[in-house]
């Protein structure tokens, strides 16, 4: 048993290919590449898959036809083709074309493979051929207009009918994607009652068919696909002309409309003064207009010089950098003191409207912290709720009058501004209904100084004005005098601190109270005062409200504002749903044009809150061009929210350690030079 071997068995030879198969091959082959438009020689046919052996007694076969990536490599493109209309295609066109076979020769020809290939190319090969000798024998066929390639047989003459077999991926299938394209053809041949007459053979060959060597449709089916693609794509083109059309008129329309609205706002009368900011701000014209000086270059470098360069202070303020603060009065002249090494005060203040203060009133305070410190001077802080009331009091038989409810509101106020970060040792906070007794004198000296003729051309006072509203001015105007400040400023003991000069960093519709004060002022000191008392000035531009960048925001608008006692929810509500916008109405339409940074209130509100110049440089670059990671109202919102909830927060968290106790300390009168 040991030295018994197996036996190999022996693999019986498959059937040979019946004559319908080898013709439906020729057919199919040629009508596959002669409908897509496809050159056979841009093509390698996969080898004729005999199913016929498997499904037998059906004649079936399977073959496939690489044609590159997407598209295809012919006229008509797969990508957008529907699988259904290529199959009714080639079918139409195998039904019309059985017939033909019957009546017209098919040529066939033998001869060498190296012989074939001379003479008739690659194109009548497939993947089976590659293994032959160039010496083995060949058959070639040929099917005018149509096809030249060699067949698995002899083909027949005639065929009763080819049926193209489709519905499953084990059928028909056709391909399309980024990295292949390919059809592959499954069909069988209708069995014959009588055995069809075979193609005769030749020795002598026939001519190479030139004119199915293109890429062309070669057949009616083929064009019928062709132009339902070109008529989809004209409707395609259409549709995005069509589309192109509207958005360039809506762009036309949103151009005109803005173009209208800044007529409008221009054509409305800008108004600026201490009870109402309204219309387009022309910061150029303010300045014409109150008399002021624009902020130069050469006042900054000096300015820079006396904090910066005193290691003070790491940097210019960014609210200087990006002329936020503009304008000036005396400005020059008070550095020129500085630089002789003279001290100076800072006065600034608030009007405590609201218990909760928005990020508007922010803007001096934040600015004034930086002064004092890169000045290292006193500053002083007035309380107007004497104001609040004369201006918005209210009085009923029941209650009485609210004046005590300002007072209430000052406290509150204070701490927030003592949250912003100022040295106690060198400043003094005060409320008027405290210590404007103090001050008196010098309220008495102004109201001598001043007609009231004066006073209702600068503020609009009339008949119906209570006269606390009339007098209120002066009371403004006296912390501008360091004699305001006996004990504060030792004016009392130290009788030539009386000549300190005061910077008063304020909002430019503030102006018209110091123009009074300065008119006046060289009636409250001596003449040794370097500006003839006059308080020296720097103005800042409007911090604008959600809705719009023109104006200035307010604390009756709720909507308009984002509030220090704000969430950082309601501050990313606010900001989405309020925050006024400068890009453009469509995506393609920002991408072409960019945002207008002008109007855009979150880039504006950027500009006063983020402190990386780079950042914000790349910011508006990105935003007004439509590109780039701030290409979009939406990003530019996203980083403003983070912005200001960072900064809100870190306000709440300074805040809520000041007690009243505090405040009062910070109150109390004492000397701070």
Known sequence: DQNKTKKKKTKAPPPPCPSSIATAYVLVRGVVLGILGVNPEDVTVGLLQPTYIAEAPALSAKCTIPLGKKNGCGIVELGSLEPTKLWDAIQSALNRLVGRCGNINMACSTMTKLEALERYGPSIFNASHKKLKDTDE????????????????????????????????????????????????????????????????????????????????????????????????????????????????????????????????????????????????????????????????????????????????????????????????????????????????????RGPSSAAMHLGHLVPFLFTQWLQQAFNCPLVIQMTDDEKFLFKGSYSDEKGDNLMDYKKLTMENARDIIACGFDYNKTFLFSDLDYVGRMYPNIVRIWKAVTTNTIQGIFGFDGSSNIGTVAFPAIQAAPSFATSFPTVL?????????????????????????????????????????????PALIHSKFFPPLQGAQGKMSSSELSSAIFLTDTPEQIEEKITKYAFSGGQETKQMQQEHGADLDVDVSYQWLRFFLEDDDELEAIGQSYGSGQGDYWSTGAVKKKLISVLQVLVKEHQERRSKITDEAVLKWMQERCIL
Do not use: W
Request: one cysteine or more; charged letters at 25%.
């Open 138 to 349: 060949v058959l070639v066929a040929s099917l005018p207009g149509l096809m030249q390639c060699i067949p698995p047989a002899v083909p027949a003459l005639s065929v009763p009918k080819i049926i193209v077999e489709v519905g499953n991926h084990t059928q028909s299938v056709l391909t399309s994607t980024a990295k292949k394209a390919e059809v592959v053809i499954k069909f069988h041949v209708e069995a014959a009652e009588e055995i069809a007459e075979l193609a005769a053979v030749s020795e002598e060959a026939f001519d190479k068919d030139e004119a199915i060597l293109t890429k062309s449709i070669r057949l009616p089916e083929g064009q019928t696909l062709h132009e339902e693609q070109e008529q989809i794509k004209a409707a395609a083109a259409a549709e995005a002309a069509a589309k192109k059309q509207k958005e360039e008129e809506a762009a036309a329309a949103a151009a005109a409309a803005a173009a209208a609205s800044k007529k409008q706002e221009e054509e409305e009368e800008m108004v600026v003064n201490t009870m109402e900011v309204k219309g387009k701000i022309d910061y150029d014209k303010l300045v014409q207009v109150f008399g002021s000086k624009v902020l130069t270059d050469d006042l900054l470098q000096r300015l820079e010089a006396q904090t910066v360069g005193k290691g003070r202070v790491p940097c210019l303020h960014r609210f200087l950098r990006r002329n936020i603060f503009f304008s000036h009065r005396d400005l020059s002249t008070l550095l020129t003191q500085v630089e002789q090494g003279k001290p100076l005060y800072l006065y600034t203040g």
């Open 490 to 534: 030792g004016t009392e003991s130290t009788p030539e601190h009386a000549d300190i000069p005061c910077l008063i960093p304020c909002a430019i519709d503030q102006d018209p109270y110091f123009r009074l004060t300065r008119d006046v002022a060289h009636k409250l000191v001596t003449k040794s005062h370097p500006l003839q008392g006059k």
